[in-house]
C-alpha cells in the first residue's frame, strides 16, 4: 500500500509565499518522476511543475520564475516553493508520483488528495 500527504496550503494574501510538502509512504522500491498539479473549482486540473529523480524540471509559463520544485530522494519527499502569488493561483494542489512498489516491476501513477491554496486580500 502506497500513500502521497501533501501539507503546506493555507490562506495568503497576493504576493504572499507558501511552501508546499508532499511525503511518500508505504511499500515503496522506489520513486520516480513527481508532479505537482492543481485544480480550481469549475476548471480543468492542470500540470504546475515535474521534477524527474535524476533532477530534471518543468514549470507551466504561469508560474515559471516564481514556483520552484524540489524533492528529497531519501526522504521519499517533493516540495513546491510558492512566491509571488496571485490570486489566480487559488486551487487544491495535488502531489503525485510515478511509484514503484517493492517486489514489482511496473511503476504507477499515485495521487495525494489535495490541499487548498487561497490566494485573497
Known amino acids: 500500500q502506497v500513500q502521497l500527504v501533501e501539507s503546506g496550503g493555507g490562506l495568503v494574501q497576493p504576493g504572499g509565499s507558501l511552501r508546499l510538502s508532499c511525503a511518500a509512504s508505504?511499500?515503496?522500491?522506489?520513486?520516480?518522476?513527481m508532479r505537482w498539479h492543481r485544480q480550481a473549482p469549475g476548471k480543468q486540473r492542470e500540470l504546475v511543475a515535474a521534477?524527474?529523480?535524476?533532477?530534471?524540471?518543468n514549470y507551466q509559463d504561469s508560474v515559471k520564475s516564481r514556483f520552484t520544485i524540489s524533492k528529497d530522494n531519501a526522504k521519499r519527499m517533493v516540495y513546491l516553493q510558492m512566491n509571488s502569488l496571485k490570486p489566480e493561483d487559488t486551487a487544491v494542489y495535488y502531489c503525485?508520483?510515478?511509484?514503484?512498489?517493492?517486489?514489482?516491476?511496473?511503476?504507477?501513477?499515485?495521487w495525494g488528495q489535495g490541499t487548498q491554496v487561497t490566494v485573497s486580500s
Open positions: 503525485n508520483a510515478d511509484i514503484v512498489r517493492i517486489g514489482t516491476m511496473k511503476s504507477f501513477e499515485y
Open positions: 508505504g511499500n515503496i522500491f522506489v520513486v520516480y518522476g
Open positions: 521534477i524527474t529523480r535524476g533532477g530534471s524540471t
